[in-house]
């Protein structure tokens, strides 16, 4: 087959994917999507159970806000979720670009040799060419573009299966061990029969977990249901809800007053001075949080209180929300905790490295996704090698463009309190990139940008590898709105813009 030529690809259809081709229209993209529809991981990785964890205020484009709710505070359903991404899709029409059952298996650089640097998308040239199996047919096209958005994120595709010692591993149990992702495939009928009556093991402790545990506690209800057993190596600060002693959550992270108090990029000595001088605001901050968490919730009851303080897991996007009913199924008895730092499989379920064993009949492991490996799957050499650091985070200026991958963008791979509003921001600031509205600064100057983020991070937490920026988030924002020659400061007064958190809205155009 001849190789179709088109200005612009894009890899992925969820959230990131959707944001790109609605901000990149112009120039009639081709999104390819492996399959058969919109969404993402809200539509292969959620359970029956699966909410949001950013209030539905906070987790919205910026152009299309959601329907009008008597409470717009809540956490949407997975399937509210993609009923909204849908009606974003249509009233864009944006599924025209969009490429259904369509796998990207390979890239090739057909650039100069050369370039490393960012080239205008006047000359026409291709940069890429890109394999794409289509499931359906069987068939592998190849198309060349001037540049690619990938979009295919960092969970979903490929689970990380931990490792373990020689006949010590899944093959030695005789029960049935199943990956969170597999399990997302069941329907509420298959989920309930896999977990009723059954002596479950959840390994994990973050939102997939809980979940888990919780839908595993109710398939077991009543006397004759088996409890659930938590497998727990880090425990991290869990929250039941955006409030705390009555203040609502944002004003203790979410807004410009709360974040000066943070550690930011290029902040210059003085406010590396007041950064060291307000230190115990920043702590103070944290310990009312830990302590309305630890009256409001048995954690110390159920040895459930981390030993860090709860701004590392804010300041890493590790902060969970739990579902309602999570505690009261504890309270029952239907879920139970233990927690190790070593584990593996004897034939009749799992063995500690405190030598105590537990029974199972299912293992279920909500050990996350290998989202490095997906892009290294994809990309040729030595572009593959760029991606690694040493730090363990992707090296993006602006969360966006590797300095040294020409004319390839990533986005979805930065998290903060609403990654939707972070891959928006994003998509809107490569839209002008593309459109040749600003020039990228030389490839030291990203280079000094990227590790100066990294060393923030890793000062701020020490679970830094999941390139986090909710601590600055609103400064990140205010740097991309410089380059594309935005207003940084986005509310009506000086009161608004100290004190009312920040959202997509704030950004839906130039001020």
């Given at each position: 087959m001849a190789v179709i030529f088109s200005k612009i690809g894009i890899i992925g259809g969820g959230i990131s994917g959707l944001a790109a081709a609605k901000q990149l229209s112009k120039h009639n993209p081709m999104v390819f999507e492996a399959t058969d529809s919109i969404g993402g991981v809200w539509k292969h990785c959620t359970f029956r159970t699966t909410k949001l964890q950013t209030p539905r205020c906070d987790y919205q484009f910026s152009d299309y806000p959601w329907a009008?709710?008597?409470?717009?505070?809540?956490?949407?359903?997975?399937?509210?979720?993609?009923?909204?991404?849908?009606?974003?899709?249509?009233?864009?029409?944006?599924?025209?670009?969009?490429?259904?059952?369509?796998?990207?298996?390979?890239?090739?650089f057909v650039g100069d040799h050369e370039t490393v640097a960012y080239q205008s998308l006047s000359s026409g040239k291709p940069m890429w060419e890109v394999a794409v199996h289509n499931t359906k047919s069987d068939t592998i096209q190849w198309y060349a573009f001037e540049f690619i958005v990938v979009c295919t994120g960092k969970y979903g595709d490929i689970p990380i299966i931990?490792?373990?010692?020689?006949?010590?591993?899944?093959?030695?149990?005789?029960?049935?061990?199943?990956?969170?992702?597999?399990?997302?495939?069941?329907?509420?009928?298959?989920?309930?029969?896999?977990?009723?009556?059954?002596?479950?093991?959840?390994?994990?402790?973050?939102?997939?977990?809980?979940?888990?545990?919780?839908?595993?506690?109710?398939?077991?209800?009543?006397?004759?249901g088996k409890a659930c057993t938590m497998v727990v190596r880090t425990l991290h600060w869990t929250v039941p809800h955006y409030s705390i002693w009555g203040l609502p959550f944002y004003l203790f992270y979410s807004t410009r007053f709360s974040q000066f108090f943070h550690q930011r990029p290029n902040q210059g000595?003085?406010?590396?001075?007041?950064?060291?001088?307000?230190?115990?605001?920043?702590?103070?901050a944290s310990k009312i949080i830990e302590s309305y968490l630890l009256w409001k919730l048995p954690l110390v009851k159920y040895g459930l209180k981390p030993e860090h303080p709860f701004e590392e897991d804010y300041a890493s996007c590790q902060m969970a929300i739990l579902p309602d009913k999570f505690f009261p199924q504890v309270e029952k008895g239907k879920?139970?905790?233990?927690?190790?730092?070593?584990?593996?499989?004897?034939?009749?379920?799992?063995?500690?490295?405190?030598?105590?064993?537990?029974?199972?009949?299912?293992?279920l492991l909500a050990t996350g996704y290998d989202g490095k490996k997906k892009l290294k799957e994809i990309l040729p050499e030595p572009f593959k090698s760029f991606l690694q650091f040493p730090s363990g985070m992707l090296p993006l200026y602006r969360g966006t463009i590797h300095p040294l991958i020409p004319n390839m963008a990533f986005i979805g791979y930065v998290?903060?309190?609403?990654?939707?509003?972070?891959?928006?921001?994003?998509?809107?600031?490569?839209?002008e990139l593309v459109d040749d509205k600003f020039d990228l600064p030389s490839t030291e100057k990203m280079l000094e940008q990227i590790t100066t983020e990294m060393e923030i991070m890793k000062k701020s937490t020490r679970f830094y590898k999941r390139t986090c920026i909710s601590t600055f988030s609103i400064n990140h924002s205010d740097e991309i709105c410089k380059e594309m020659g935005w207003s940084s400061w986005r509310k009506k007064n000086w009161l608004a813009e100290a004190f009312s958190p920040y959202n997509s809205r704030d950004y839906e155009h130039d001020i």
């Open positions: 009008q709710t008597d409470d717009n505070s809540s956490f949407p359903s997975y399937a509210e979720i993609l009923d909204y991404l849908d009606s974003y899709a249509n009233h864009f029409d944006l599924l025209k670009f969009i490429n259904f059952d369509s796998k990207v298996t390979e890239i090739k931990p490792k373990f010692p020689m006949k010590k591993g899944p093959e030695v149990f005789k029960g049935k061990v199943m990956h969170s992702q597999d399990y997302s495939k069941l329907n509420t009928q298959e989920s309930v029969e896999l977990l009723k009556g059954k002596k479950v093991v959840v390994v994990g402790y973050k939102k997939s977990a809980i979940d888990l545990a919780v839908e595993c506690a109710e398939a077991n209800e009543g006397e004759e000595i003085f406010r590396d001075l007041l950064c060291h001088l307000f230190s115990p605001m920043r702590k103070t879920i139970n905790f233990k927690k190790t730092s070593k584990w593996w499989f004897w034939e009749g379920g799992v063995e500690f490295d405190d030598n105590t064993k537990i029974d199972a009949d299912l293992v998290e903060s309190v609403s990654n939707l509003h972070t891959s928006e921001i994003r998509c809107k600031w490569l839209s």
